[in-house]
């Protein structure tokens, strides 16, 4: 390369074209003062994304010939970024600021030892949503599937309010949709696991930066709309099948990873007692509940932490 690159904007592709057009759109429009490069990597779509965005000039275009699921995609372009940063960032986002620019240069001023960074996403509404959140506990999947439907079935559940910052503050964890971090940490403690299709991966990522003694971080000021799931949309019946395999899966794998043998063994044993609002769903066909409840007791296999 002739110049630095500061920062490689990597963004996973699946049948999403028509909310990474103007994705790619916003960057373009918004990013200045900064070398960056754009890495789009294609999972093998089929909705017109591979003719349209190999012909695209303001970016690298990858496709795989197959759809590798999210973190072995965004491996993928990470082999072929040349930035300092890497910007892990969702197709179905708009940059409404100069939020790569000042990521940046809030990475390179931090003071501590800086893992993952991102900032507060908002809905089209301008209502923050989802940003970040706390590490994925045994307990609190007891919590969730147990505890928190008894007390909501009483009328006795409340949303806990979720902390803002003013200006930056440490967190678990910062969501995949905007994922801002180092290649030096990167290159130390490993990007996003095989073992994972979609799903816990940034979450065991950054679990990760957190042993090696790094803190993850949001910060405000940059400016991110995330759409949440445009892309790619399917029936609710079957997105809610799919989305459930998907979701209890890489749970098993993350908690295979990060907790202790003894206490992974255990929840796999009392788990499937939790999971009975699956079998009992009138929308879920036989043939589906039979998989999942295979899925609830087969030992899912992952590599060696």
């Known amino acids: ?44 779509s089929t909705d017109g994304s591979i003719e349209a965005l190999s012909k695209d000039q303001r970016l690298l275009f990858v496709p795989t010939g197959e759809n590798l699921g999210f973190g072995k995609a965004n491996n993928r372009g990470l082999e072929l970024a040349y930035g300092e940063y ?3 960032l969702n197709s179905d986002t708009l940059l409404k600021n100069n939020a790569v620019k000042m990521l940046y240069d809030f990475a390179k001023q931090y003071q501590g030892k800086l893992g993952a960074l991102g900032c507060i996403l908002e809905d089209l509404q301008g209502n923050r949503i989802h ?8 307990s609190d999947d007891f919590r969730k599937l147990l505890w928190i439907p008894i007390l909501k079935g009483l009328h006795l559940y409340q949303e806990p309010d979720i902390p803002y910052p003013d200006k930056w503050m440490k967190v678990d964890y910062v969501t995949g949709a ?16 095989p073992a994972f299709f979609m799903y ?47 979701q209890q899966k890489s749970e098993y794998t993350y908690f295979k990873l ?19 609002t699956v079998w009992l769903n009138p929308n879920i066909s036989l043939s589906d509940k039979w998989k999942f409840v295979k899925q609830l007791f087969i030992s899912i296999n992952t590599e060696k932490r």
């Open 131 to 138: 940003s970040y959140g706390k590490f994925p506990k045994i």
């Open 200 to 246: 816990y991966e940034e979450s065991e990522m950054e679990h990760r930066f957190m042993l090696h003694g790094y803190d993850n971080i949001i910060v405000n000021g940059p400016q991110i709309i995330h759409l949440e799931g445009e892309g790619g949309k399917v029936g609710n019946a079957s997105k809610f099948i799919r989305d459930t395999f998907r």
């Open 178 to 193: 905007d994922l801002f971090v180092s290649r030096q940490v990167l290159d130390e403690c490993g990007a996003f696991h």
């Open 1 to 44: 390369m002739g110049q630095v690159v500061n920062v490689s904007i990597i963004i996973v592709n699946y049948n999403t074209l028509h909310v990474l057009r103007p994705c790619l759109d916003s960057i373009v429009e918004q990013t200045r003062d900064i070398n960056y490069e754009i890495i789009v990597v294609d999972n093998d």
């Open 258 to 276: 990060t907790e202790p043998r003894w206490k992974y063994i255990l929840y796999r044993i009392i788990h499937p007692i939790l999971r009975q």
């Open 86 to 88: 890497i910007f892990f």
